[in-house]
């Protein structure tokens, strides 16, 4: 195992990182920035190094300041978290030069499975099926029109080293296309220094269905069942996950668990990563894209099977064997994350910043927050606005959107805005106690509301 491990990350995963390194008797070193100094990740760890400013650009990002805190505090494992360098080749080719252990699958796998354009091709090469779209990266308009043509409106542009939901352009259009197309390259050579975009046809009100795998450096492969994750902004970004996903049936649960797990297999995937699906109304699956590192949304995983993701991520890197497999896995009641972040939903969600004067966190039977926040702590415009992820496990989904209501319900937050209001509209919606919930009914409840405020 591991002597030390240094977490290049902050806020709610560094933190989560410190936590199981110190349960697996492992000693942790954190890098801060400036503003950072007094932050829960900095405090926690046995050892904290201050790597630069605020901005991420002058310090969580400037990969020779974090490899040099590594080599100075004898740290032999790098920990990534989310996001940063998480699904940076770069960095994991530089780790391995340096003899330290990345945290994660080896920087070709990364290369492979950061392109969407190549994963694809690799998704499809082993038989898995995958939305249309263009096998490479657009060179000119003309291409693109006649590419869409072929396709049929509407589809989306999408950036092909894109995450976070930046760089993909929905185009209803032909006369949309053009513009879509500039856009989306100059947000995708500014958000991940490469302009590659390609075009997927846009599949009709699919839902997010991705599946959590774990693998080994001894060939073994599982997968840790699916998570929900159809409830996302206008900006594709995910607001509440949940495990299991109760609108599929277990037959096709299985396939895609087998899908994910032949497709990590041909990535040679070493650690945790996600296979991310679209699911039709006809109940087919398509592989969209795989996040080869620990992703946001991995509570809902672990309080529905009750062990421990990062955990098991840390212990292979360290050369162990898988602990569990698949079947021996076992399967208890409904969890559901509820992402808590400081946007204000009366702004457009435009980052909330300031002094936290209170912070009242849930808690009680069945609630988890995996947070960093505390009252006496100031948000910085610099970083991510999440704040808290809520947790919650019960044993039916119902029972555990109760819980959910509850749990948010108590959470009181001073000084800074947040989007609790919305995470609780959302709970309470008709649509989502039914299940009957998509990837775009967000969307068309912003829509909706903008109307009626229009109107009155
Ligand atoms: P998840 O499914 O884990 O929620 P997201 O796509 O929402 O994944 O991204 C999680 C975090 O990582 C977000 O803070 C997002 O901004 C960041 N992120 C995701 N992909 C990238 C990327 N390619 N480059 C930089 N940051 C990224
Ligand atoms: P990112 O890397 O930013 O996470 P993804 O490829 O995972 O990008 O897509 C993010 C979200 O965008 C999906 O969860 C889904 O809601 C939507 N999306 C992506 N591709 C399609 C598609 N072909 N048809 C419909 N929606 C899509
Ligand atoms: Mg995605």
Redo the contacts with the bound molecule.
């Keep these: 195992m591991f002597k030390r491990v240094l977490i290049a990350n902050r806020g709610e995963i560094a933190v989560r990182v410190i936590r199981a390194c110190r349960e697996l008797g492992i000693e942790t070193v954190a890098v801060f920035s400036e503003p950072d100094r007094d932050a829960l990740h900095a405090r926690m760890a046995d050892q904290s190094v201050c790597i630069g400013p605020g901005p991420n650009g002058e310090s969580y990002l400037v990969d020779s300041n974090v490899l040099m805190a590594a080599q100075i505090t004898g740290a032999d494992a790098i920990h990534p978290g989310y996001g940063y360098f998480a699904e940076n080749a770069a960095f994991v080719e530089a780790c391995e030069h340096l003899g330290l252990i990345f945290i994660g699958p080896s920087s070709k796998t990364i290369e492979q499975m950061g392109e969407?354009v190549v994963a694809r091709r690799t998704a499809s090469e082993v038989g898995v099926p995958v939305?249309p779209?263009t096998p490479d990266p657009i060179s000119d308009e003309g291409e693109a029109t006649q590419e869409a043509e072929r396709l049929g409106y509407p589809i989306?542009v999408?950036?092909a080293a894109?995450?976070?939901?930046?760089?993909?352009r929905r185009v209803e259009t032909a006369a949309e296309l053009g513009p879509a197309l500039a856009t989306a390259q100059s947000e995708a050579l500014a958000s991940f220094g490469n302009g590659d975009v390609y075009l997927?046809?846009?599949?009709?009100q699919?839902r997010?269905v991705e599946v959590q795998i774990m693998a080994d450096r001894h060939g073994n492969v599982q997968h840790m069942f699916e998570r929900e994750?159809?409830v996302?902004n206008l900006r594709?970004q995910?607001l509440i996950e949940e495990a299991p996903c109760a609108t599929i049936s277990e037959r096709v649960r299985q396939k895609m668990g087998a899908d994910a797990v032949k497709i990590a297999k041909a990535a040679n995937y070493l650690g945790a990563g996600t296979i991310?699906f679209?699911v039709d109304r006809e109940s087919k699956h398509?592989f969209?894209?795989m996040?080869t590192r620990i992703q946001v949304e991995h509570p809902v995983t672990e309080e529905f099977l009750g062990h421990d993701v990062v955990r098991e991520q840390i212990c292979v890197a360290a050369g162990e064997k898988l602990s569990f497999t698949t079947e021996k896995l076992n399967r208890s009641g409904h969890a559901i994350e509820a992402r808590v972040t400081s946007e204000d939903p009366d702004r457009d969600f435009a980052p909330s910043c300031g002094m936290v004067t209170e912070w009242i966190q849930p808690g009680g039977f069945g609630v988890r927050v995996d947070t960093y926040v505390h009252a006496g702590y100031a948000l910085t415009p610099f970083y991510d606005p999440l704040i808290a992820k809520v947790i919650v496990h019960a044993e039916n989904r119902e029972k555990a959107i109760v819980r959910l209501r509850r749990a948010l319900d108590e959470f009181h937050i001073g000084g800074v805005k947040t989007n609790i209001p919305l995470l609780l509209r959302i709970i309470d919606s008709d649509d989502y106690q039914s299940g009957n919930w998509t990837?775009?009914t967000l969307g068309l409840f912003f829509m909706v509301e903008a109307v009626v405020a229009g109107a009155g």
């Design positions: 969407k939305p779209g989306l999408k950036a894109g995450g976070g939901g930046r760089g993909i997927e046809k846009l599949l009709s699919p997010h994750c159809s996302q594709h995910k991310e679209l398509y969209i894209e996040n990837t775009e």
